[in-house]
């Protein structure tokens, strides 16, 4: 069964300060990676994708793969209080499977 | 791009009343399209997997008869909650992609209450 963990948080900074979000998959074949964004209410918005080994900055975010160690993170630069929000981790292996999700985890930016 | 547009936003209704919730792309062709249900506080939960043309692939435990996906062209894809109950009331949400490897793109989700 294809997994995929987050910490659950909640995971509060300070405004301004980096916000650093964790995930690991289980399935060694995955292949793509994403990272949405969900608050309370509202449908997941994509922020991020990623695809192969190494850093993907587009503004503020920048996300970072490690397929050996089979983890992918999200770095927030220069948090703001409309970051807070559930950052969901989500993994595709491929094929006509849709994503694995998990569970999410609660940032909060403390202003 | 990559909008997907969810269709009706809020749904109150009687017990025993169906309900039709309707999932477009707006500007790419869905291959796939899927449907999940995400109740207060949880994570999503995915119910079903239709591609265009082909019979929806239900997860475990969700009743095909009770929802009822149909996805007759590559930028539509309909829910129908048949005989809903207030066990049924939850938000639904659904995404669509244009390809394997490609991310899914959420439609709003519909908030479906039933009294």
């Known amino acids: 069964q294809k997994e995929v963990e987050q910490n659950s948080g909640p995971l509060s900074v300070p405004e301004g300060a980096i916000a650093s979000l964790n995930c690991t998959y289980s399935?060694?074949?995955?292949?793509?990676f994403f990272w949405y964004r969900q608050y309370s209410g509202k449908s997941p918005e994509l922020i991020m994708s990623i695809y192969s080994n190494g850093d993907k900055e587009d503004g503020r975010f920048t996300a970072q793969l490690n397929k050996a160690s089979q983890y992918v993170s999200l770095l927030i630069r220069d948090s703001q209080p409309s970051d807070s929000a559930t950052y969901l981790c989500?993994?595709?292996?491929?094929?006509?499977?849709?994503?694995?999700f998990g569970k999410g985890t609660h940032l909060i930016i403390q202003p | 791009g990559a909008v997907v547009s969810q269709h009706p936003s809020w749904v109150i209704c009687k017990s025993g009343t169906s309900v039709k919730i309707e999932c477009r792309s707006l500007d790419f062709q869905a291959t796939t399209m899927f449907w999940y249900r995400q109740f207060p506080k949880q994570s999503l939960m995915l119910m079903a997997t239709?591609?265009?043309?082909?019979?929806?692939?239900?997860e475990q435990g969700v009743e095909k008869d009770k929802f009822l996906i149909n996805h007759a062209s590559l930028t539509l894809s309909t829910l129908t909650v048949t005989s809903a109950h207030p066990e049924d009331s939850s938000f639904y949400i659904c995404s669509a992609r244009a390809g394997a490897n490609q991310p899914q793109h959420f439609g709003d989700g519909t908030r479906l209450s039933i009294l």
């Open positions: 989500a993994v595709n292996g491929g094929g006509a499977d849709g994503l694995t």
């Open positions: 239709s591609n265009e043309g082909s019979k929806a692939t239900y």
């Open positions: 399935d060694r074949g995955s292949q793509s």
